[in-house]
Structures are given as structure tokens and as C-alpha cells.
């Protein structure tokens, strides 16, 4: 079977990876380089906690191919499994990680709850006011600068054909399937999957596919290296978006951090988000609550990028409900890093089957038709 794939970012190179292990003839097509999307702004977080409730088979699928994802892709792209860590500050939000722990360990993911003490003798520094917190030991972090390349890489040693820096100028479909016309020639196949990220309600809505799409770039910045003292990814549970930051210490020693920064809206032509200097500090006194000793260290670098929000902050996955022979994986909603491997698998899955042992119901793109 041939499959184009549209988008090169982590779910379409994952995508690409695994169609080829099922022997699939792929074609990738990227508008700029492997990787620049969604993925390169990422945070790298590799988390289920807090993630809605219907996405935690694909989340724990994704996990296992995170574990054997050096092995795989022959390259390390800095997956450790050093946990997940949410503090919290207040009464409500304790009750509601409490709420959601329920729920989630019928979905087969288990939370610790740690108390203050506990949390100062496992991680000492991290916010000294929090009066609870829960962890996730497995989960972890991993290098979004290395993963889509990696899996670019792996697609490619399977026969895919990586096309970069390609305009898309027309898409056609006929009885025998797709012909996709780019700045760099027309490339035909059975099979058309949309993983072109924020870009992709563009290419649904060719097909008569409407999706509530917004595109928005993060607010991200790394620090100076510091002594490597903090393992787990630190995030926190709080209903208020200013105080919604999240860290994590890189091997090196840098601190990268991000949230408490509205997302800003982006321009899909270009297509380029940058960071407001002007929120930084706000930002900062957020991440401090989790680490106060930030405040007395040096950013050296602030980022953002494009990505797309689904209005319900689902993503939409699955066959096309106008076009056979027509696949999305779009709008991971700034929270897709984690998932990506597992996207791959699952689309690969669908697409060579016609069937799927993980469940997409509630990511189908109809859904937004059904609730006109």
C-alpha cells in the first residue's frame, strides 16, 4: 500500500516509522524542515497525569514505545523515565488531584500522593509551600529537539521517502485514491494522512471536514546549567492559569520551563510564533513558587512555535467521514509530545487493518458535525 503522509513533525515521522515496519510505501511530506512545528516547541514532557480520562489507553501505549524507543530508532533521544511530579498549594486543588486519581486508576494509571515531608526529603527545594503533591514514577521527559529527526531517520532506513521544504499547492482525490502537487513535483498514493499539525483543519476542511482548530504558540524558556539536582518533571495542580508552570532539569543542567503565559495566537502564513519578553516575569514568579531558587538564576533563551488547539482540547484521530482512504492525527492541543509515539503505532494500525486495538472514538473529527 502506498501512504503519504503530510506533516513532519512527531506524529507524522512516527507515523511514517511505523507504516514502514507494517510495509507500507511512504511518502512524507514536510512544508519546512523535520521536526520545526509543534515538536520543536515542545517541553518534552512525557505525562499522563492530569490527561483526559479518554486518552490514557493511547497515552500508556505511547509510553511502552518511549521505553523501547532507543532500541528502535538505534539512537538515544533522551527518554528517561524519572517521574511526574504535581504540587499542590490549596484544599481545592488537593481535591481535585484526589478526584481525578480515582477516576484515572480505573483507566490503569496509578498516582502516589505524597505529603509535605515527603516531599522535602524525596525533593528537596521544590516548593516549600505545598501541602500535597502527586507523582507518576514512570513517566518522565525526552529530547524534542531528537525525536521526530530519529524517527525521520528510522522511516527513511525502511524505504520512506522524506521530502522537506515542500509548498503544497493542490490536493486531488479520484476513485484511485490521492495526488499531492508541491513546489517539488506531484506524488500519488492510496492512502493520504493529514498529521500537518496546526495546518491540518486546512487540509480537513479541503474534504468538507470542518474543525475548530486555533493555532497558538507556548511561551518556553531554558536557563543557565545548575548543579543537576531535580529528576522528576515538576508541574502542579491549580484551577488558575496564571499559576499553571511546569520545569524540568535537562542532563546538562539547564532548567527548561514553561506555562503561565497565555499562548498567543499564530499567523499560519508564515507560521512563526515568538516569545513576549514582556511575560516573562510573571512566568517566572509562577515557576518560582515551584522552585524558588530560579529567581536567582539566569535565562538564557526564551522560544515558542505553532501549534493547534482543538476548541474541546481533544485531538482529532482517525478515518476521514467524507473520504475513503483518508486518515487525521491533528490538534494534540499543546499537550501531544507524550503521545506521539503512540499516534504513529495506532495510525499505522488503522491504516494497514482497517481496525484498531486502541479506542479513537471520542477523537473522531465528525464529532463536531454530530453537535451542530
Known amino acids: 500500500m502506498d501512504v503519504i503522509v503530510l ?3 512527531l506524529m507524522g515521522t512516527a507515523s511514517a516509522y511505523f507504516l514502514g515496519r507494517r510495509g507500507a510505501r511512504v511518502t512524507l511530506i514536510e512544508r519546512n524542515r523535520i521536526g520545526t512545528g509543534a515538536t520543536i516547541a515542545s517541553f518534552g514532557n512525557i505525562r499522563r497525569t492530569g490527561r483526559h480520562l479518554a486518552q490514557l489507553p493511547l497515552a500508556h501505549r505511547s509510553l511502552r514505545l518511549w521505553g523501547e524507543a532507543e532500541k528502535m530508532l538505534g539512537r538515544d533521544v533522551e527518554f528517561r523515565a524519572t517521574g511526574h511530579i504535581r504540587l499542590i498549594f490549596d484544599e481545592g486543588s488537593l481535591a481535585d488531584m484526589r478526584t481525578y486519581a480515582e477516576a484515572a486508576r480505573l483507566w490503569g494509571l496509578e498516582l502516589d500522593e505524597l505529603g509535605p515531608r515527603e516531599i522535602r526529603v ?13 507523582f507518576s514514577p514512570h513517566d518522565g521527559s525526552g529530547n524534542p529537539r531528537l525525536i521526530a529527526p530519529a524517527f525521520a531517520e528510522a522511516a527513511r532506513k525502511l524505504g520512506a521517502e522524506i521530502i522537506e521544504d515542500a509548498q503544497i499547492e493542490t490536493i486531488g482525490h479520484a476513485g484511485s485514491g490521492f495526488v499531492v502537487a508541491t513546489s517539488k513535483g506531484a506524488f500519488a498514493a492510496e492512502c493520504l494522512l493529514n498529521a500537518a499539525g496546526a495546518w491540518g483543519a486546512r487540509i480537513a476542511a479541503g474534504f468538507g471536514e470542518e474543525v475548530p482548530l486555533d493555532a497558538r504558540g507556548p ?6 546549567p545548575l548543579p543537576h539536582r531535580i529528576l522528576p518533571v515538576v508541574g502542579i495542580w491549580t484551577r488558575d492559569k496564571d499559576y499553571g ?3 524540568r532539569q535537562v542532563e546538562r543542567g539547564n532548567i527548561v520551563f ?3 503565559a497565555e ?5 499560519l502564513d508564515p507560521g512563526h510564533a515568538t516569545a513576549d519578553p514582556i511575560r516573562l516575569p510573571v512566568q517566572l514568579r509562577a515557576v518560582a513558587r515551584l522552585l524558588p531558587a530560579i529567581a536567582r538564576v539566569a535565562v538564557i533563551r526564551t522560544w515558542s512555535g505553532c501549534e493547534g488547539y482543538v476548541r474541546d482540547m481533544l485531538p482529532v484521530m482517525g478515518s476521514s467521514a467524507t473520504t475513503p482512504g ?5 490538534g494534540f492541543c499543546g499537550h501531544g509530545f507524550q503521545l506521539g509515539p503512540g499516534v504513529g503505532d495506532v495510525m499505522a494500525e488503522l491504516i494497514m487493518t482497517d481496525r484498531c486495538e486502541t479506542p479513537l472514538e471520542d477523537f473522531r473529527i465528525d464529532r463536531f458535525s454530530r453537535a451542530a
Open 219 to 224: 511561551q518556553m524558556g531554558v536557563t543557565e
Open 7 to 9: 506533516g513532519g513533525g
Open 122 to 134: 524525596r525533593f528537596p527545594g521544590l516548593g516549600p509551600e505545598a501541602i500535597a503533591a502527586s
Open 258 to 260: 514553561g506555562g503561565a
Open 245 to 247: 508552570a511546569y520545569l
Open 263 to 267: 499562548r498567543v495566537s499564530v499567523d
Open 326 to 330: 483518508l486518515f487525521h492525527a491533528i
